[in-house]
């Protein structure tokens, strides 16, 4: 199976600054079609998760342009360039080019 | 709008059974890759099963292989998961998620206790 690792698992930080996580895979992501199949989500607390980034690097219609994927065969990262107080959650990265997809761990983001 | 609902979760006893629902709209279900996705409570994500948009192929994770069936009726836009021998390790909130997990329900919990 395919081991995704994040860190951190936990990020407090202040408003107005950036945030990045990174998420490491075991194996390389890139499926035979060329893509690689690697998501970030958010979950507020309470909530169901939301898709945020897709494809790497692709960012959902609705979500602020604060937020940016990037990275390539196994390590990627999600960085929002000034936190708000609505990012507050745990934040996922999800493969889905090997069966079984998993997910990362997740990484708790708060406010200091 | 895309829309996923969730229901039939509730509290069973261990080794009973349960059968979670999902009615999609909004997309076009019978083309699109189905995923169950569960979080125990205060724990992280977890991948449970998948099915291919004619249902023909089927996925899931180890933990819950033999015990739990993933299956579609895409002429009612549903998708089902059939949850036998539960233990107490289910116990968790259901989420129903399309395909590249664009969207998600607001998820059913099912709770294992005696």
């Known amino acids: 199976d395919v081991v995704m690792t994040q860190s951190p698992l936990s990020l407090p930080v202040t408003l107005g600054q950036p945030a990045s996580i990174s998420c490491r895979s075991s194996?390389?992501?890139?499926?035979?079609?060329?893509?690689?199949?690697l998501v970030w989500f958010q979950q507020r607390p309470g909530q169901s998760p939301r898709r945020l980034i897709y494809d790497v690097s692709k960012r959902d219609s609705g979500v602020p342009e604060r937020f940016s994927g990037s990275g390539s065969g196994t390590d990627f990262t999600l960085k929002i360039s000034r936190v708000e107080a609505e990012d507050v959650g745990v934040y996922y990265c999800w493969q889905y080019t090997q069966w079984p997809h998993t997910f990362g761990q997740g990484t708790k983001l708060e406010i200091k | 709008e895309v829309q996923l609902v969730e229901w039939g979760g509730g509290l069973v006893q261990p080794g009973g059974s349960l059968r979670l629902s999902c009615a999609a709209s909004g997309f076009n279900f019978s083309a699109s890759w189905m995923t169950w996705v569960r979080q125990a409570p205060g724990k992280g994500l977890e991948w449970a099963a998948h099915?291919?948009?004619?249902?023909?192929?089927?996925y899931y994770v180890d933990s819950v292989k033999g015990r739990i069936t993933i299956s579609r009726d895409n002429a009612v836009n549903s998708l089902y998961l059939q949850m036998n021998s539960l233990r107490t390790e289910d116990t968790a909130v259901y989420y129903c998620v399309n395909q590249g997990g664009m969207d998600w329900g607001q998820g059913t919990l099912v709770t294992v206790s005696s």
């Open positions: 099915i291919s948009p004619d249902g023909g192929k089927t």
């Open positions: 194996q390389s992501l890139v499926y035979i079609d060329g893509n690689t199949y």
